[in-house]
């Protein structure tokens, strides 16, 4: 199995993958992961304040959610997400890494530095973690993890729920069950065709 995409949420985990054979697959489910699997997401925070050479400080309040591989001159290539919560915005602030490789490329060409080997531990931990995930290795219960909000996070947006319809007053009556009905409107009265005079009647 090789895997291309994990992406772990609040509310449900994604991984894309392709089996030896080159078929695609793509699992999203809302089962718990393992906290093996959480933990694994979480411990990329070092890599991502190292690749983007921010100090350990920014760390506060950066919530790692999956990564990317690709391939690129016979070499693996790998993307952190992440998202930063701040302090005076709703949304938080998406983060996605620039492509680093995890080993030297075989062709010559220029390319970025590949990363040590702890890093590249740190992403093949998330790699076992969600091939482990998609063969049903899974804790009990189901997403989401905690009570945060989920905006923004590189996930979906959820379905917007539908608002109440209003409801139409009328004037009229209240009947036993505590609705309104509306007061027929009462016949009109017949008019009467006014008499003839007599005068007018021998003309």
């Known amino acids: ?13 994604s991984v894309e993958y392709k089996t030896p054979t080159g078929e695609s697959h793509a699992i999203e489910c809302a089962d718990a992961p393992l906290p093996s699997f959480v933990k694994a997401v ?7 304040l190292d690749v983007l050479h921010l100090p ?34 709703h949304a ?8 680093r490789f995890l080993e030297h490329p075989e062709t010559e060409g220029s390319y970025s530095p590949p990363l040590t080997e702890d890093q590249v531990a740190l992403v ?24 945060t909000d989920d905006e923004g996070e590189g996930s979906e947006p959820d379905e917007p729920e539908t608002p109440a319809a209003p409801l139409l007053k009328f004037s009229g009556v209240t009947n ?26 021998n003309a």
């Not at 979480?42 to 991502?48: E, G, N, R, S, Y």
């Not at 690129?72 to 993307?79: F, I, N, S, W, Y």
């Not at 938080?92 to 492509?99: D, E, K, S």
């Not at 036993?176 to 007061?183: C, D, H, I, L, S």
């Open 56 to 89: 350990s400080e920014y760390g506060e309040h950066l919530t790692p959610t999956g990564l990317t591989l690709t391939d690129k001159q016979e070499a693996k290539l790998v993307t952190i997400t992440a998202k930063k919560d701040l302090p005076d915005a």
């Open 1 to 13: 199995m090789y895997v291309q995409k994990v992406r772990l949420t609040r509310s449900n985990v």
């Open 42 to 48: 979480h411990a990329l925070v070092a890599l991502i």
């Open 176 to 201: 036993e069950n505590g609705t309104e009905q509306p007061v027929p409107e009462k016949p009109k009265a017949k008019r009467t065709p006014p008499k003839r005079s007599r005068k007018a009647a």
């Open 124 to 147: 093949e931990e998330v790699i076992d973690e969600a091939k482990k995930y998609v063969k049903g290795e899974r804790a009990q219960g189901q997403l989401p993890l905690d009570s």
């Open 92 to 99: 938080p602030f998406n983060i996605a890494t620039p492509l």
